[in-house]
Every structure is written in C-alpha cells, then in structure tokens.
C-alpha cells in the first residue's frame, strides 16, 4: 500500500478513472477498503467514512458507484466529475459544516471548503481543472436547490451545471441526506410549462431566513486615570 505514495499524482488520477469507471465500481470499491489501500487514493474521504453511523455516509458513495455501474452497462458515459464529487463529499461536507458552524453564509462556506478539499485531494491525485471545476459547482449548487421563490429556480434551471448538481441532489435524497419533497419539487418543476411552473413557485413554502447571532464585541479596555 505504501509503494502507491511514491506514484505521481497525475499517473493515480488515471489509475482512479480505470478503477471505477471499468463497470465494477461497487466492487473495486469494497475490495479497496478491504485490503486499506482506499486512504491511499483518497485520505481524506477514507477518514470521514471510519465515522459511518449505520451505514451512513457510505451508503452515499456506494449509491453513486452502484449508478455508475449501472450508466455504463446501459452504454452511457459518465464524468469523472461526477464521479470525484461523490467521492469526496463527505469530507467536503464535514468541512461546510464546520464554516456554517463559524455563521459563514451557506454559498460562501460550500464554496471555501470545496476549493479547500480539492486543494488536499490534488496532492494525491491530480484533478484536471475540466474536471474539478464542475465538481466544485456541483457542490455548490445543492444549497440552491432549497432557493424555490422569485426568480431563483429559474435561474437554477437555466445554469449549465444543473443536470449535473440535480442528479447529484437526487442521490443525497436517495440517502436520506436531502429532503425528498425537495427532490419531488424539482422533479416535478422541470416538466412543466411556464404557466405552470410560477404556480408552483407561488405555492412554495417561504424559507425562513437563518437568523445570525450577533457575534461577541471584544470588551474594550479601560485605561486607568
């Protein structure tokens, strides 16, 4: 397993893609993990997977390697984009929380901690920027997806990664990480017609906007007369 520290970064990425994108993702997956040579590839996700909680987070990522087997035996392409950002969510998720947790806004904090964990994952192996640049907006589109009044799911709709970051929002509603009525709400929105779809923006619930707390003034300090 150490021998695998000592190959490039550049030379791993394409040892990745032909790992889990040869038709047995599930298993090349499992086996990896077996024999502890998964935190060779992936450090970061290897570590944020020894904190499962009935099965949870790794059912994410065996969902999504179950569908990438699935797209290729039906003779359809997969992105490695796609492919990097399931694998390396959770970590990425964790480090979000830990943002959100500091009362930085929801983008900015997807936004920080994705740049932030491509940055580590790119010292393992690399990630070509036509790759983790839309990995990155896939991560930071799903806060979006709870954005359904005004003109904000039409302009969702209208982004060039939306089909990318809908699936992947499908997948964490498969898990139980996102609601399924959100996942039912934006299923629904894309077939309809104009006329149709303001109605349902109209219909949709108000978001209550998450309330900051005052941060903490530092006691200014009293000089003595």
Not at 16 to 41: M, N, P
Not at 177 to 203: C, H, M, Y
């Amino acid at each position: 397993g150490h021998l695998l520290e000592d190959i490039p970064p550049a030379r791993l990425f394409e040892e990745v893609l032909k790992l889990f994108q040869g038709g047995c993702a599930v298993a090349t997956f499992e086996l990896l993990r077996h024999y502890d040579l998964f935190r060779y590839l992936f450090p970061m996700t290897d570590e944020a997977l020894s904190h499962e909680e009935q099965g949870f987070p790794i059912t994410l990522v065996l969902r999504a390697l179950e569908n990438t087997d699935a797209r290729l035996a039906e003779g359809k392409t997969i992105t490695p984009a796609f492919l990097f950002a399931a694998l390396l969510w959770e970590p990425m998720r964790l480090q979000m929380q830990e943002f959100l947790n500091q009362e930085m806004a929801p983008l900015e904090a997807a936004q920080v901690a994705g740049n932030q964990i491509a940055a580590e994952q790119v010292q393992v192996t690399s990630l070509p920027k036509r790759f983790s640049f839309p990995m990155r907006e896939i991560w930071m589109l799903q806060s979006r997806f709870e954005r359904r009044r005004g003109k904000a799911p039409h302009r969702l709709l209208e982004h060039p990664r939306f089909r990318a970051a809908y699936d992947f929002m499908l997948l964490r509603s498969e898990v139980g990480e996102a609601p399924k009525e959100t996942a039912d709400w934006w299923t629904d929105f894309q077939v309809l017609n104009a006329g149709e779809r303001e109605q349902k923006i109209e219909s949709s619930p108000v978001k209550k906007k998450r309330r900051r707390r005052p941060r903490k003034r530092k006691p200014t300090p009293q000089s003595d007369e």
